[in-house]
């Protein structure tokens, strides 16, 4: 199974949500470069729906030969979902929990499947694995950046040669 990808995913929930939950309400609901800018909340909402949008990316690359999708309007998502109006700890509670519930899935996932061939949109083929890790990688790199940490993950990765 895809322990070690599940396990990546469960160490970022468990190291991330205690500092999440020590934002204040007031601090999360402030967009810091105005309007046109995602607020915590709003940037946190966007890692939610990441996660339903990769949700079935890894379902399906999971049970088919190979998995295409399209990718998704994230700031269409954001608005349309309202994040900005929710009050914070929910917004965190849905992260947390949701990103559980892929944690279980990943778990359930051959390692033969690992290797699926996976394309979103107009990007380069990847695989499953890569797919999962560059998921991660996604939301770490929002995570330090909506907790304003000094080091902000660095995201895309690098091309792997």
Not at 32 to 38: A, I, L, S, V
Not at 47 to 61: E, G, K, Q, T
Not at 69 to 76: R, V
Request: one cysteine or more; charged letters at 20%.
């Amino acid at each position: 199974m895809a322990q070690f990808l599940s396990e990546l995913l469960e160490q970022v929930i468990e190291r991330e949500q205690q500092d999440l939950l020590t934002l204040p309400e007031s601090s999360a609901g402030i967009r810091p470069g105005g309007e046109r800018t995602w607020s915590p909340k709003e940037e946190l909402g966007h890692l939610i729906d990441s996660a339903i949008n990769n949700h079935v990316r890894f379902v399906c690359a999971s049970i088919a030969p190979e998995f295409h999708g399209d990718p998704y309007a994230q700031n269409d998502w954001v608005t349309a979902h309202g994040y900005h109006e929710m009050r914070w700890l929910k917004i965190v509670d849905l992260w947390q929990h949701y990103n559980a519930h892929l944690v279980l899935l990943l778990q359930r996932i051959p390692d033969s499947k690992l290797a699926t061939p996976c394309v979103v949109g107009s990007a380069e083929p990847m695989t499953l694995r890569s797919l999962v890790e560059d998921y991660v990688l996604h939301m770490q790199h929002h995570l330090d950046h909506l907790l304003g940490r000094e080091v902000v993950t660095q995201y895309p990765p690098r091309p792997r040669v």
